[in-house]
């Protein structure tokens, strides 16, 4: 089965380019649309001390700074992973670099993320039958983001220069020689004037090259 060829291959890209921004933007609207019950659902209220009617402005500019903020890696998200694949498809290892600068952060991000949820419950952190569907909501997502990231970095179903750099550039040099021997076969006899019977012998020699070519790249 051959490798990937591609650091950030069509799944991957579909996650993190595709899926995820869309998260964020739909998390930026819920948040700007409805402040307030944003707000109220980042943790349990005591019972003797419910939320405010009315967010004090600071709270109110908090919450809309914070679903910018989740907006922007969104925005980010998409158009650093859809450079990296239109613009180092050729040249793998650096886009493997530029791709995993982006993608460490956001797995600390969301293990951090994932962290702070849980011990925003407090006392009833495990008991998960009092778990509200925001809560549920917010866990469930963040595994469909954190889980591919932990892959991603594990080589899963994508290039990895430590493990088949060495394959992809003796492939390319082998394609490459076996084009350029055609290449000079067939120049050489376009630009020669030649009689029948000596154009029948480099005919013959012409495909004599292609034939060694075509198995030597095969054989990688």
């Given amino acids: 089965m051959d490798r990937p060829t591609s650091a950030i291959p069509p799944v991957y890209?579909?996650?993190?380019?595709?899926?995820?921004?869309?998260?964020?933007?739909?998390?930026?609207?819920?948040?700007?649309?409805?402040?307030?019950?944003?707000?109220?659902?980042?943790?349990?209220?005591?019972?003797?001390?419910?939320?405010?009617?009315?967010?004090?402005r600071a709270s109110l500019v908090t919450v809309i700074q914070l679903a910018h903020v989740c907006f922007l890696i969104g925005v980010v998200n998409y158009f650093l992973l859809t450079a990296a694949r239109n613009h180092l498809a050729s040249n793998v290892h650096i886009q493997e670099k530029i791709v995993s600068a982006l993608l460490i952060p956001l797995l600390i991000g969301d293990v951090l993320h994932l962290y702070v949820t849980i011990w925003?419950?407090?006392?009833?952190?495990?008991n998960l039958s009092n778990w509200s569907p925001?809560?549920?909501t917010t866990i469930g997502l963040g595994l469909t983001l954190m889980v591919p990231r932990i892959c991603w970095h594990l080589g899963i179903g994508r290039y990895v220069h430590s493990r088949d750099g060495q394959r992809v550039a003796t492939s390319t040099g082998l394609a490459a020689s076996s084009k350029s021997s055609a290449r000079?076969?067939?120049?050489?006899?376009?630009?020669?004037?030649?009689?029948?019977?000596?154009?029948?012998?480099?005919?013959?020699?012409?495909?004599t090259i292609c034939i060694y070519s075509v198995p030597s790249f095969k054989a990688v």
Avoid at 15 to 24: H, K, Q, R, S, T
Avoid at 120 to 126: S, Y
Avoid at 184 to 197: D, Q, T, V
């Fill in 120 to 126: 925003a419950l407090g006392e009833d952190k495990w």
């Fill in 134 to 136: 925001m809560l549920w």
């Fill in 13 to 56: 890209y579909a996650i993190f380019a595709c899926y995820e921004p869309l998260l964020c933007l739909l998390g930026f609207i819920g948040a700007w649309s409805d402040p307030k019950t944003t707000h109220d659902g980042q943790a349990p209220w005591p019972i003797n001390s419910p939320p405010p009617a009315e967010l004090p």
């Fill in 184 to 207: 000079y076969a067939r120049s050489y006899l376009g630009h020669m004037e030649i009689s029948p019977a000596r154009s029948t012998r480099l005919r013959f020699i012409n495909i």
